[in-house]
């Protein structure tokens, strides 16, 4: 079956961090350029994180330099999004997407319904709460 699967969401404090994974089964995610995205309730989707399949580019969204960190284990067919210092305002359900003909910031700023990347992941909650 082809899909992404994401995982690590959850409740953590403010301050505190989370590593998402974003899996891949049924095809070669180093193919892809892959991004995570996220939605809180009655906000916009938003751009998190994208990066290359090959060049090592790299975009963050303005909200998160410095605090995430995007990464990618070919051998794994996983990505991944280190998040520390998080804040109640990162709280929001977290998706990855993978696309095969794109760029990192056209990725990650010009966002569109998640069944028009070529995949993309059911989500995962990442809470920030006291």
């Known amino acids: 079956q082809l899909q992404l699967v994401e995982s690590g969401g959850g409740l953590v404090q403010p301050g505190g961090s989370l590593r998402l994974s974003c899996a891949a089964s049924g095809f070669p995610l180093d193919l892809y350029a892959v991004g995570w995205f996220r939605q809180a309730p009655g906000k916009a989707r938003e751009g998190v994180s994208c990066i290359s399949s090959s060049d090592g580019r790299i975009y963050y969204g303005d909200s998160v330099k410095g605090r995430f960190t995007i990464s990618r284990d070919d051998a794994k067919n996983t990505v991944y999004l280190q998040m520390n210092s998080l804040k109640p305002e990162d709280t929001a359900v977290y998706y990855c997407?993978?696309?095969?003909?794109?760029?990192?910031?056209?990725?990650?700023?010009?966002?569109?319904?998640?069944?028009?990347?070529?995949?993309w992941g059911q989500g995962t909650q990442v809470a920030v709460s006291s």
């Open positions: 997407a993978a696309d095969r003909v794109t760029t990192v910031r056209v990725m990650c700023t010009m966002t569109r319904p998640p069944n028009e990347h070529d995949y």
